[in-house]
């Protein structure tokens, strides 16, 4: 049956407003305010539109084509508001892909017409469907139930990010609330505020339940095939030795880095020939999540200039926090970067970066390795013998920590940095290397990369740049001579941190500090020995990979779902039997405070109605008061007597046209409270509690209609 429209007004403005929260379940994913414009239109045009058709359509359909068709038409309004989505013509691709792009793309995304339109679209939609409900349907609650589900859908599509979500959430609850004010019997009741829970407990388990596990949360855009953009680059690691070959060629400028290299990209695995990257490249947004649950130090903006660089790799101070909205892609774990076209003389970009903040000297001692990625502990088979015997230089016993920190300080003291020597990385390569005790910092990173791995210790390469010299214009110049290569090692709870085993080109008298902070200086390594061989178990077999050092852990995507699925269900279940618990006494509290002499009779009579359904009653609703006095007194004669006094006092308030005295409404809750009693006494607790158990969500007893 159709409600009344005029009346419906008031709950049409709660529930345009609920849906406009639902729609902000999306804002994490974009920065600023870009969405309160879109949102709120879609929201209140959805609901206009339904509104003005329900008055013009009976058939339920005709009103959604209308609604749906108008959506598409602000749809396309929206579309040629900005130059940048290609005119109207390009709404219907919008449509069908630009949710694609929203789950594919790092957190923020940019504010364009197409990812805006995602969750416009979705709110006009739940704004649409919760006015039809509002309008055709009888349920107080259900109009809200679109809102919900786009605010759920919004919360899951941007877990990755970070933010307040707790607005969006109070908001709909709020809108319950005063929906229920509004539309619903009498005063608002528990199973109401019971759905009201639900809905706020299923819009927090995307992101609520990951914050408590501590973990990095789940990322649908891992799970998305289109999300990866083939990698076709050259290995930035073969071009190393063409940017010495030039060591005086401008390649780019930078300012303000904060830091001494900047990093182009990382390599992780190891054939025995080659390195090359395991790094999967999602489409770029404006930001890249952090790698670790470290701390992070402050940000910083990098401005960097394109020379003579080419490729597509771009260089970057520390990690990247912040992109342009011309990055192609980033390798999240990694964050290496990669630009739509390749790279042009004059070209500029500006980064945001945030690099781990340093690790106190107390702290090293107790940092541990992590137990992974499994890519970062894979060793090539038929490893040299000298590469066995370096690993057998680092004393035991120490931190892991301290024996990246030996490894380093054993290379930078007994071997020679020649950057004019051969940079080959295959295994005969690096044997040699070994064997002469000089070569390149391609040739240094490689060799401490293997024997970090021997020890257990997860580390990958890293090609990237020194800083370069300052100019006169506060700028830094960076040439070919500045190209070098380093490693890092994966920590638990800490991330990569860079270890830089090169020592300066000739002999060791002033050596740079490392990238990570992790070298000391020795004497000349020809005036000092190496140090003997302690004995050593035998080496692992180096076909397979060393145990991982870091305590076993779960999976954190394991402890995440889990958390997801086991934390909100324990949540309902505490709130149900609260609320179970509660439901008799706050249903009796309300009756008793039923305004008017016969509504508190009446009150008393369905106390007792409801006190009796546990004796399972046949007809009990329709029963006569006389009927069911006779009743109970074949059952059990004092509950009867107590039956038989209420009876006439309820006949009076149920038929008769004259109200109950005072008097008479206080003895009905006496008898009332009486025949409760007597039922507690002969019925087992068990029963009463399984019977408790199944009446939280009853619906609760009107005076208008006492039968409903």
Known sequence: MTTNLRSQWPPTAVVALACAAGGFGFQRAFEGSVLVVPVLVAASGGALVVRAAARMFRRWWAIQILAVVSGVLAAAVLMSMDQRSGGPARTPAALRDGWLDLLSMTLPVPDRPELVLVPAALTWLSAAAGIHLLVRGRSPLAPLAPAGVVLVLGLAATVPATGYVAVPVVALAMSGVTLLALRGPGRPGLSAGLALALVALLALVPAGSLVISGSPPYDAREELPLAAVAETEV?????????????????????????????LA????????????????????L???PDAPAEL?????????IERLTGRYLPAPARPWRLPDDIRAVDTASGTLLTREPLRPAQHYRLVTRAHADVPAAGQSRLVAAGGPASALVLPVALPEPLLGLTRAVPTGQPDFAQAQSLVTY???????????????????????????TGTAVQFAGVFVLAARLLGLPSRLVVGFRAGVPAADATRVVRGA?????????????????????????????????????????????ASPPPPVPEQAPSPDPAEPPPARAVDRPDPRTVSIALAVGVPVVLLLAIYLTAASAAPAWRRRVRRSIPGRRGRALGAWHDVLDNLRILDVPDLRSATP???????????????????????????????????????????????????????SIVSRRRRIARRLGSVARPRWNAEDPFR
């Open 235 to 263: 290995s930035p690691l073969d071009r190393v030795a063409g940017w010495w070959a030039e060591p005086a060629e401008t390649l780019f400028r930078t300012r303000d880095t904060g830091t001494d290299a900047l990093r």
């Open 626 to 680: 006389e009927y069911l006095a006779a009743w109970l007194s074949a059952t059990d004669r004092p509950l009867g007597e107590r039956m038989a006094k209420l009876a006439p006092l309820a006949n009076r308030a149920l038929f008769s046209r004259e109200t109950p005295t005072a008097a008479e409404a206080d003895e009905s809750w006496a008898q009332a409270d009486a025949v409760r009693a007597r039922l507690r």
């Open 411 to 437: 290379l930078r003291t007994y071997y020679h940095h020649d950057p004019h020597a051969t940079p080959g990385a295959t295994l005969g390569e690096l044997e040699t290397f070994l064997t002469e005790r």
């Open 482 to 526: 500045d190209a070098t290569v380093w490693a890092e090692i994966n920590f638990a709870d800490q991330g990569w941190l860079a270890f830089d085993p090169t020592p300066s080109p000739g002999t060791a008298a002033e050596r740079p500090k490392p990238v990570g902070g992790t070298g000391t200086d020795q004497g000349d390594p020809e």
């Open 287 to 289: 930001g890249v999540p």
């Open 297 to 305: 130090g402050p940000t910083r903006k990098q401005d960097i200039w």
């Open 266 to 285: 990382v390599l992780d695995t190891y054939d025995g020939r080659e390195w090359g990257s395991t790094g999967k490249f999602t489409i770029a947004g």
